[in-house]
Antibody, heavy 122, light 111 residues
Framework: QVTLRESGPALVKPTQTLTLTCSFS??????????VSWVRQPPGKAPEWLAL???????YYTAPLKTRLTISKDTSKNQVVLSMTEMDPVDTGTYYC??????????????WGQGTLVTVSS | HSVLTQPPSVSAAPGHGVTISCSGS????????VSWYQKLPGTAPKLLIY???KRPSGIPDRFSGSKSGTSAILGITGLQTGDEADYFC????????????FGGGTALTVL
């Protein structure tokens, strides 16, 4: 059974750096085709993909936020960490991590964490 | 605005069917597989369709997907009140140095 769980601060101040951790079980990021992504959803808006890291340690970022994002993995701990610098109130939203499959059927997100609400406010 | 274009809302009566479109370009839908997700308020998204038209185990065959050129469609038949949710499409985009792109989401109302 695949499970993912996000953890991190619920409240950050503007200009601070947000660090979120995705702890997962039921799969390994050593296995071909396995990836973990971060997706966020601002209140009342559509989900937005942020970043992806794959089994080969390749990293991809959404272009508008590329300079602010860093994704990394600790395969031994089954964790993926996302850092986002220069947080702004517009970054408020629910942040999800999701197992992402990369294979013959393209990229898709087959298991998701429950999400963690991050509010950016002074 | 989102790279993939979806209608903001669709509606239909219980028992009826509905389709939701997802329009992109040659660099995303035109050259990559499409997936679809259901998002209920307060819950995580749920994978409905992957590989354009494949259903994960546990997803009823009332849900279907198709792709033609640079557009994809999610079809839902036998609508139930529990299908009321937001639906969004996703795919890979080759033009952005590699990136996942999502549609803006479509709110389904089952009248």
């Amino acid at each position: 059974q695949v499970t993912l769980r996000e953890s991190g601060p619920a409240l950050v101040k503007p200009t601070q750096t947000l660090t979120l951790t995705c702890s997962f079980s039921g799969f390994s990021l050593r296995d071909n085709g396995m990836c973990v992504s971060w997706v966020r959803q601002p209140p009342g808006k559509a989900p937005e993909w942020l970043a992806l890291i794959d089994w080969d340690d390749d990293k991809y970022y959404t272009a508008p936020l590329k300079t602010r994002l860093t994704i990394s993995k600790d395969t031994s701990k089954n964790q993926v960490v996302l850092s986002m610098t220069e947080m702004d109130p517009v970054d408020t939203g629910t942040y999800y991590c999701a197992r992402t499959i990369s294979g013959w059927d393209g990229y898709y997100f087959d298991s998701w964490g429950q999400g963690t609400l991050v509010t950016v406010s002074s | 605005h989102s790279v993939l274009t979806q209608p903001p809302s669709v509606s239909a009566a219980p028992g009826h069917g509905v389709t939701i479109s997802c329009s992109g370009s040659s660099s995303n839908i035109g050259s990559n597989y499409v997936s679809w997700y259901q998002k209920l308020p307060g819950t995580a998204p749920k994978l409905l369709i992957y590989g354009n038209n494949k259903r994960p185990s546990g997803i009823p065959d009332r849900f279907s997907g198709s792709k033609s050129g640079t557009s994809a469609i999610l079809g839902i038949t036998g609508l139930q009140t529990g299908d009321e949710a937001d639906y969004f499409c996703g795919t890979w985009d080759d033009s952005l140095s590699g990136a996942v792109v999502f549609g803006g989401g479509t709110a389904l109302t089952v009248l």
